[in-house]
């Protein structure tokens, strides 16, 4: 966990006394468990709204919950990966892993060095995430395409197709979306290929089957489409737009820090956005809207991190620094738009 430690140096040490960085440091079991109890609840009553009303709104409405929450196993998941969720590493790794990663086709075991060096590279051309934001600020019309393919399930597609290749071995594993080829993984035998994709693709098909059983003993096997549905199409728009807040538009750009070697202060390369209800239920569930304060402070758990930047602010870090702060989502899309 060198890594992480490492980029504690990007604080600036005089912000905080040693006993607030010690508190808002400390970890959370009670707080863990909130988390992943509330989402899983949240998931929970939107099945149940769906079962009880069925019907356009009540599917609209649940699938749309779901989506946002099915987000947010992805964070939580992420604040797993930093080991930041719980206090011990084995809580982390197994919930992070069974509960958060595989319900929502991830891997937490292939994430966590994935995002590591996405943390110690961001801002230069070395950072494994970088795809996701270099096609940004764009025009009007690419940025309709864009969503227009999250909204009619192409991207679900491109998705789907992406990460069974990924499982398979073939191309090496990212979030960003680039399809970088693994060497010599076309020499493999075919039990070799399939032996890679049952312990990457395994655990994801057993919560899928587990989660299907549940529904199906309900008597609502049919919820389990909502589930898909959800990850297809409001998950992708989620994504998309909490990908872009973070750390699209920002002063440096793929083409201004080409050659860059020393990591940039993330006040340069990463925007925190104020979130209402409303964005707090769908594109930033759990704190992750404060993104400058994780790149500063990364082993800050996510309930700590509205009161790091309340610290922040009130200690004039961001007029000092100039950082990255939206006052809603909005803004930010307004500002991902090239002028005419």
Not at 99 to 104: D, G, I, K
Not at 306 to 330: D, F, K, N, Q, V
Request: hydrophobic share 45%.
């Amino acid at each position: 966990m060198s890594e992480i430690v490492a980029s504690h140096s990007k604080f600036p040490a005089d912000t905080l006394s040693k006993n607030e960085l010690r508190g808002l440091l400390k970890t959370s079991d009670a707080q863990g468990w909130l988390a992943l109890g509330t989402t899983w609840g949240l998931i929970a009553g939107a099945f149940a709204l769906a079962a009880v009303f069925p019907g356009p709104v009540s599917w609209l409405i649940s699938g749309m919950v779901i989506g946002g929450r099915q987000l947010a196993l992805g964070i939580l998941m992420h604040d797993c990966a930093h080991r930041s969720l719980f206090r011990t590493r084995a809580l982390n790794d197994w919930v992070g892993a069974w509960l958060c990663a595989s319900p929502t086709w991830q891997d937490l075991s292939r994430y966590r060095p994935h995002h590591l060096r996405h943390h110690t590279a961001a801002g230069t051309e070395r950072d494994p995430d970088l795809a996701l934001v270099s096609a940004y600020p764009a025009t009007r019309e690419s940025l309709f395409r864009k969503f227009l393919r999250d909204i009619t399930g192409i991207s679900f597609l491109r998705r789907v197709v992406g990460l069974l290749i990924m499982d398979a071995g073939y191309i090496e594993y990212t979030v960003a979306g680039e399809n970088k080829p693994v060497a010599d993984a076309g020499k493999r035998s075919v039990s070799q290929v399939l032996a890679t994709l049952l312990r990457n693709f395994g655990p994801v098909v057993m919560t899928q089957l587990v989660l299907f059983a549940m529904l199906r003993q309900l008597g609502h096997a049919e919820l389990f489409l909502l589930w898909v549905g959800a990850w297809a199409i409001p998950f992708s728009v989620f994504v998309r737009i909490r990908s872009i807040a973070e750390h699209a538009g920002t002063e440096l750009t793929p083409a201004e820090h080409a050659g860059t070697e020393l990591t940039p202060e993330p006040a340069r390369h990463t925007r925190t956005t104020l979130a209402n209800w409303a964005a707090r239920l769908t594109v930033a569930p759990h704190h992750v809207n404060f993104h400058l304060e994780h790149h500063l402070l990364i082993l800050v758990p996510q309930h700590n991190l509205p009161r790091l930047h309340r610290l922040l602010r009130e200690r004039g870090y961001y007029t000092r620094t100039r950082g990255y702060l939206a006052r809603g989502y909005i803004e930010v899309l307004r500002a991902m738009i090239k002028p005419a």
